[in-house]
Structure formats: structure tokens, C-alpha cells
């Protein structure tokens, strides 16, 4: 079992910048590919961007492309989202996932084994 706590979330203005965080508690997740979803009230969990366990393989949703950058520290136990050029329809709960069977472009919920409980982003017009 793997529990993930995202942070960094908060309230910043479009255009803003924020990075979120996601670790595991009480053990280690390098060995799994690691997803970012987010939920916005009323809609299906979305997905946002993922990595593989290594590093080497990224993939984004086209919503989010050339303004977020998923990235990770294996040596940290983290995996980090940097979300630049804000806009005011990324404001969603985001959630992080760990996925032991990556295929590359893992992109469902259903895909992903554990969960955080997710952390809130608000972006101001």
C-alpha cells in the first residue's frame, strides 16, 4: 500500500505560477510511474500529466502542454508539477497516483493503483 500526499496548492492569479509536490508516506514510490489528475467541481477526474519511474518518459494532456512540467527526485521520494501561465479553468482539486504498470501513456484513473487526497488550486481572473 502506498499513500501519497500532494501540497503546494493555493490561490494565485492567472498568469501565476505554482509547483506541486506529491510523496509517499512511509515508503519509497520510485519504482512506479507517478500521474497528476484534476477534479473540478461538477466534472470527471482529469488527467493532467505523467512520468515513468525513471524520469525518462513524460506525457501531458494537450490542455496543459508547454505550461506545466512534470518532473521527479527519486532521491527525494517527490515527484513535482510546475504550472506556469495559469489560467483561471485550471482551478481544480489536483490529485497524484502512483501506477506500478505503465504502458507510456497511461491517461484513465482506473489505470492508476493509489491515490493522495489531493490538494486545491484557485485561479483568480
Known amino acids: 500500500q502506498v499513500q501519497l500526499v500532494e501540497s503546494g496548492g493555493g490561490l494565485v492569479q492567472a498568469g501565476g505560477s505554482l509547483r506541486l509536490s506529491c510523496a509517499p508516506s512511509?515508503?519509497?514510490?520510485?519504482?512506479?510511474?507517478t500521474g497528476w489528475f484534476r477534479q473540478a467541481p461538477g466534472k470527471d477526474r482529469q488527467f493532467v500529466a505523467a512520468?515513468?519511474?525513471?524520469?525518462?518518459?513524460?506525457h501531458y494532456a494537450n490542455s496543459v502542454k508547454g505550461r506545466f512540467t512534470i518532473s521527479r527526485d527519486n532521491a527525494k521520494n517527490t515527484v513535482y508539477l510546475q504550472m506556469n501561465s495559469l489560467k483561471p479553468e485550471d482551478t481544480a482539486v489536483y490529485y497524484c497516483a502512483a501506477d506500478l504498470y505503465y504502458s507510456g501513456s497511461d491517461d484513465h484513473p482506473d489505470e492508476y493503483d493509489y491515490w493522495g487526497l489531493g490538494t486545491q488550486v484557485t485561479v483568480s481572473s
Open positions: 512511509g515508503r519509497t514510490f520510485s519504482s512506479y510511474a
Open positions: 512520468i515513468s519511474w525513471s524520469g525518462g518518459s513524460v
